[in-house]
């Protein structure tokens, strides 16, 4: 479709003349007598409206139907003739609505039939119709903004309709060669100008009125090639009645609209509630919204309008959570807008309520075709597919990579979605230097930060399964913290410490590993390391993620006292509980060498011996979260030197811990760790020399 | 009086038989999933294509032989790669015959290539409307097909062949018109079983470019280099293939989560308007996510087209292992279980998408969009499918221009509520259509008549409907006053003035004194001088001394 078609720019020039005030000759009774009230009283005589209103009229009509279907890029411009020509608006979107053009038609208010009518003229409209379409309309100028050395391809067509009232014939042709001339004059004026476009098409279409009774001085003639720039046709017709529809018939042709008919459709009367009837209200829109019909050569034949396709009302009406897979949406207009059911049936549209639309079958299975729906007070015609009703048979995603895994964090994700969702950011923003913010890249910005550190699987994570780190995890990812956020994130951090001095249980995931998981101290450990990861991920944004960073380092370390404290502590207790402890020890070591290998399965269902196999054959499935620590273990201690004076926290849980401390008698385990890892087996070193290095494996030997 | 649609809430008691009515379960045409674009093979059997071709040293071969064999390569391709696509097979001579009707199952074709018989004469036309029917019939208007033509070039003689097909293609009437162009968006593809300098020497290649230029365009003649044998025409083929079933690979991103994928079918390039810019579009590789919208937001966009988006595992040389969907062969079913077991963006996505009711937004190139979305068959298998928008600014009018879409977070307060209970979208049209503003059309009488009898009612209920009088008395005056329709004011004015005279006893002194203050208004306003014809002047209600009076509030 082109957009610079004939259709962008039409110029209305109708005739403001004295003879325009006579009558059209067609009665309308307006004084319509309730029946109980009128015992003696004579009706009103009935009034009529002039050439000029009915003109008016059927032209509003016009312009109404295109800007409810094209509410944009389709313009009008209004001129009225009389001793000169009056421009009514232009071309620019503003001006653009029938609340403008009306006001501006009352200021000019009916034609003067006292006027002398030789100094009115047509032709002072039509010409000013050719000025004006070699103005460039905002569209225009945009596109050729854009299209920089390929201006040239921007079109410049036009419309003019003309309504007069000619005197014969050879007037007619007069009004013809008139605009021809304009049109090759304003042509040269425009090819030197920067701000005037040459008009490459023009459409005349000239449409004699007069009054119904009499005869008709001018014949009709269809769509003639006066010239490469400019076409004619002339319509000749009796005013009232006959003017608006053949203007109904014009805009439906200049906007290639179809007309659809929605039958059935169930109301109740105010008066009546328990009676109720079925209404037929007709709609315009764009042709394509038949593309089905047309081709499937339902034969709608050409030049033909009279034609409506009618779809039936549908009762079950679709909510709209469902997606239907719709091809085409097309504004609609009703062509009796102010028709009770027309008005029914919108307002229960505009009321944000979609009706589904079947094609009417004599036998066989619905067929749902379209839908009715409205969009912020604009309503729409869907297209919905309905070529093929077989189910196919689509692969599900659950076949495909990926699918055989069960712990995703689908609600997660959902929350991560409801935070990503986009609002319209209508009034413009500029960045610190002055350049305009796009909010798109604003939003995949965000995006980009908050997946900086995003695990996808709930075994892939600890953080993410603690509501105690949600107020870090939730701010960290922000491009910049308030002092209240720096504030929560310390809380968040100092209440893990507390949580690991509690010895709380973690979520650790065990999925994947055998046995009873990493120890306490372990999963701490991994906690700890991925928080860090979190928020180093974030530390570049400003100079606050990076004092979250620092007193997350700060607390994770172990304050010097309480390490000087154990390795005493060690050396005291080393020989009381040797050997008892390491019996236990060895049988719990035992126990998770097996399974590492495989073997010692029997307790366990075949489930978790399919997830062994996970570990085994994906790469890239999580590690066992027991394997982490042993690589970062060399990093941590000097992180811990480079740490500087002790937080007051740690100074007053460290205080808290003593005091605790003595009252129970500490396990000898953790009291004999060094970095929360105790070393097993040490009478066996102690006995063997160097051999019982790894893990243990000695002590099977 | 007022209507009431009888199935909505307008009326209390319509209520309960509206929902019963609901739980009615219809089908509605989409849920048949369509996301394919279909393959027709039209197969030329006549006599001619049983030439033989000579091929030194080996036994002989006819073209039908060397035309088997470039589709079985094509079948072949498409068995592995487009395990999705439907294909048919139709033969034809002078007459056609569906041999195999629109299937997934390669191997049937492949049997149905090797059963084929020889016939009489090419005639082209017939077999081209045979299409026609077969595609429409199965896909309806509106699903884009792929017709793959196979023929050595002879194109029948007489009544029938081509050429004679071609001289009288202006002269159909409606009901046996040409069927080119397909009356479905298409691509015809011709392959010649018959090298160049062979078709020249003739006007074949001439006919055969017409057949493209009257599918306005869309398709291509793919003919054998060198001499005729199987290796030329499997390199023939081979360009078919690049060019129409090579796959769609691209990139899922959404921050740093990504995925790779295929998108089936390959999306293709689109104008958006001939003239301005007539370079097609064509979408990136990287599919990268903006944002994410609700489904009642979105609202059943119109699309142009929809499209799998299948997870692919790729090694390291970048080519495709496989979609992960499960296959007999034994080798591959290993790689797609551990495929499987691998955690892929695209399924947390897809979970996520379909719990929550969202559609996230997917940019597909400059000023191109698309969504992607969780979507469902009858059978309760679901799947990530991408529709694409059209290209532009500002595919749907209600969310606005795609760049303006933003981050909540930017937002001074959050646009959806804390309680997640409103939404910035729809965006509301700066003017309101027709349909929602009032508007004032007196093209039938009846218009006309309904607009003068809400004033005669409320005129009767004065002074309680003061307001509403007034109101609907200045509408009809400012369209009077815009049509040029002064008489209408004159008129309406002596019914009010006889109104007054009727007026019962019982009636509110006040009445009187409105009923004839806004006679006298309309009287001025008919005159049409502008003191009192300013269209956007109001009348307004008489000040009265009557105590209780609604006309105060003015």
Redesign the interface.
């Known amino acids: 479709m082109k957009i610079f078609s004939e259709s962008h720019k039409t110029v209305f020039v109708v005739d403001h003349c004295p003879y325009m005030a006579e009558s059209c000759r067609q009665h309308v009774e307006f004084d319509m007598l309730v029946k109980n009230r009128t015992q003696g009283i004579i009706p009103l005589a009935p009034i009529s409206k002039s050439l000029w209103t009915c003109s008016v009229e059927s032209s509003m009509e016009y312009c109404r139907i295109m800007y409810d279907i094209f509410p944009f890029k389709k313009l009008v411009n209004f001129i009225v003739s009389d001793s000169g020509a009056h421009v009514l608006n232009s071309w620019t979107q503003e001006d653009q609505n029938l609340q403008e053009l009306m006001a501006a038609l009352a200021a000019v208010g009916p034609p003067n039939p006292r006027a002398d009518p030789e100094c009115c003229s047509i032709l002072h409209g039509l010409v000013a119709a050719v000025e004006t379409l070699c103005k460039i309309t905002e569209y225009q100028h945009e596109a050729r903004t854009l299209l920089m050395e390929n201006a040239e391809r921007v079109g410049n067509r036009g419309r003019i309709i003309c309504i007069t009232n000619a005197k014969s014939d050879s007037h007619v042709r007069m009004l013809e060669d008139c605009v021809q001339e304009t049109i090759h004059e304003h042509n040269k004026l425009a090819a030197n100008s920067d701000h005037l476009m040459q008009i490459q098409k023009c459409e005349l279409v000239l449409i004699h009125t007069y009054p119904v009774g009499e005869d008709s001085l001018v014949s009709d003639r269809s769509k003639k090639e006066l010239s490469p720039v400019l076409t004619s046709e002339v319509h000749s017709v009796r005013a009232g009645r006959h003017l608006a529809t053949k203007l109904n018939i014009l805009v439906q042709q200049h906007f290639d609209l179809a007309s659809t008919t929605i039958t059935n459709i169930p109301m109740k009367e105010e008066q009546h509630a328990n009676t109720s009837a079925n209404y037929d209200v007709e709609l315009l829109h764009h042709k394509d919204a038949h593309v089905d019909f047309l081709k499937s050569g339902g034969g709608s034949r050409e030049g033909s309008f009279k034609e409506t396709i009618t779809l039936k009302w549908c009762t079950p009406r679709t909510n709209n959570i469902e997606l239907h897979y719709c091809t085409g949406a097309y504004r609609i207009s009703p062509v009796d807008v102010n028709s009770r059911p027309s008005s029914c049936l919108t307002n229960f549209l505009l009321n944000g309520r979609s009706v589904l639309l079947e094609q009417p079958r004599k036998s066989g299975s619905k067929v749902i075709s379209h839908m009715l729906s409205s969009h912020g007070g604009e309503i729409f015609l869907h297209v919905l597919s309905s070529s093929r009703s077989i189910l196919e048979d689509p692969p599900s995603i659950s076949e495909g990579c990926g699918g055989r895994v069960t712990d995703y964090r689908i609600t997660d994700f959902g929350e991560f979605m409801r935070e990503n969702r986009l609002t319209p950011f209508l009034d413009p923003r500029y960045k610190i230097d002055g350049s305009l913010e796009v909010p798109l890249e604003r939003a995949k910005d965000q995006l980009e930060k908050h997946t900086r550190y995003w695990p996808m699987i709930i075994s892939q994570t600890t953080i993410f399964n603690m509501q105690a780190v949600v107020p870090l995890a939730s701010v960290i990812v922000k491009e910049s913290l308030t002092e209240e956020d720096v504030l929560n994130c310390q809380k968040t951090i100092y209440n893990l410490v507390d949580m690991e001095r509690k010895n709380d249980p973690l979520p650790i995931s065990t999925v994947g590993t055998r046995g009873k998981g990493p120890k306490r101290d372990e999963q701490y450990r991994i906690m700890w390391n991925e928080l860090e990861t979190l928020v180093r991920a974030h530390i570049n944004n400003s100079e606050k993620h990076q004092r979250v960073l620092e007193c997350l380092m700060a607390c994770r370390s172990k304050p010097p006292e309480e390490e000087e404290r154990k390795k005493r502590g060690r050396k005291r207790e080393d020989k009381e509980d040797k050997s008892e402890k390491a019996v236990k020890d060895y049988e719990q070591e035992k126990s998770w060498q097996d399974s590492e290998r495989l073997k010692g399965i029997l307790e366990r269902g075949k489930e978790e011996l399919a997830e062994a196999e996970i570990i085994k054959d994906s790469p890239d499935s999580p590690e066992p979260p027991n394997k982490k620590p042993l690589v970062e273990m060399d990093e941590t201690p000097q992180v811990e030197k480079s740490k500087g004076p002790v937080s007051l926290l740690s100074l007053w849980s460290n205080r808290i811990n003593t005091a605790n401390s003595r009252k129970h008698q500490e396990f000898a385990g953790r009291l004999n760790s060094v970095n929360n890892r105790a070393e097993l087996y040490q009478h066996l070193k102690e006995e063997n020399g160097m051999e019982t290095t790894e893990n243990g494996k000695a002590s099977r030997q | ?8 809430e307008g ?1 209390p ?2 209520d309960g038989k ?1 929902k019963e ?4 379960c ?11 674009m279909p393959t027709v093979v039209v197969m030329d059997v006549s006599l001619s294509m049983t030439r033989p071709v000579s091929i030194e040293g080996s036994e002989e071969y006819q073209r039908k032989h060397l035309a088997a064999h470039g589709l079985t390569m094509l079948f072949e391709h498409m068995a592995t790669n487009y395990k ?1 696509e439907f294909t048919a097979l139709v033969v034809f001579s002078s007459l056609w015959e569906l041999m195999v009707p629109f299937t997934r199952d390669y191997n049937t074709l492949q049997e149905a290539l090797s059963n084929m018989d020889d016939y009489d004469k090419t005639c082209l036309e017939s077999a081209l409307v045979g299409v026609c029917n077969i595609v ?1 019939q ?6 884009p097909c792929q017709v793959v033509l196979v023929t050595d070039g002879c194109l029948g003689i007489g009544r029938g062949s081509l050429r004679h097909s071609l001289a009288t293609q202006n002269q159909r009437s ?1 009901s046996n018109r040409f069927p080119l162009p397909f ?2 968006p298409s691509k015809l593809y011709i392959m010649c079983m018959a090298n160049l300098e062979e078709l020249q020497s003739t006007d074949s290649l001439e006919c055969l470019e017409r057949l493209i230029d009257l599918n306005n365009g869309e398709g291509q003649i793919f003919t054998i280099d060198g001499p005729l044998c199987l290796k030329n025409v499997q390199s023939m083929f081979g360009k078919l293939i690049d060019l129409a079933y090579t796959p769609f690979h691209a990139v899922l991103k ?4 990504t ?1 790779d994928v295929q998108v089936f079918p390959r999306p293709e390039p689109f104008v958006v ?4 810019d007539p370079i097609p579009k064509v979408i990136n590789t990287d599919l ?9 937001d ?6 142009l087209s ?1 499209h ?1 988006v ?4 790729l090694n390291k040389e970048g080519d495709e292992v496989g ?4 296959d007999d062969n034994e080798d591959e079913n290993s790689a797609n ?17 379909k ?7 997917v ?1 597909l190139g400059p000023e191109w969009h698309g969504m992607l ?1 969780s ?1 469902a ?3 309760k ?4 499918m991408m ?1 694409l928008f059209e290209p532009g600014p500002e595919p ?16 001074k307060e959050n ?2 509520g804390e309680d ?1 209970n409103k939404s ?6 700066k ?6 503003q009032n ?12 607009d ?2 809400k004033i005669l009612r409320n005129a009767r209920k004065l002074p309680e409907k003061t307001q509403t009088f007034y109101k609907e008395l200045n509408r009809l005056r ?2 009077a ?8 004011l004159k ?2 004015a ?2 009010l003035e ?1 109104e007054c005279t ?1 007026l019962p006893e019982t009636a509110h002194p006040d009445a009187a004194f409105q009923l004839t203050h806004a006679a006298q208004q309309l009287k001025l306003a008919s005159t ?1 001088t502008s003191e009192y ?1 300013a ?2 002047q109001n009348i307004t209600p008489l000040h009265t001394d009557f105590s209780g009076s609604s006309t105060e509030r003015i």
């Open positions: 009086m007022k209507l009431y649609l009888r199935t909505g009326l008691e319509a509206a009515q609901l739980s009615v219809i089908l509605i045409g989409n849920t048949g999933i369509i996301f394919i999705l429409q199965e896909w309806g208007g509106a699903i409606e009356p479905f959404c921050g740093h989560l995925a308007d001939e003239e301005i990268e996510i903006v944002g994410f919208i609700d489904i009642a979105i609202s059943s966009p119109p699309v929809r799998l299948l997870p692919i595992a979609t992960g969907i499960t279980q551990i495929a499987g077991k691998i955690p892929n963006f695209c399924v947390l996505l897809h979970g996520s998408l719990v929550e009711g969202m559609v996230a937004i940019q979305y979507q068959d009858s059978k298998k679901s799947n990530l529709s749907l009018p209600w969310l606005g221009k795609m760049a303006q879409l933003g981050p909540i977070s930017d937002a646009p959806y997640d910035p979208f729809p965006l509301q049209p003017n309101k259509r027709s349909y929602a508007v004032t059309v007196w093209i039938k009488p009846s218009g006309l008549q309904t003068v009898q400012k369209a006053l815009a049509f040029g329709f002064l008489d209408l008129g309406v002596d019914m006889r009727l049409g014809a269209y956007d």
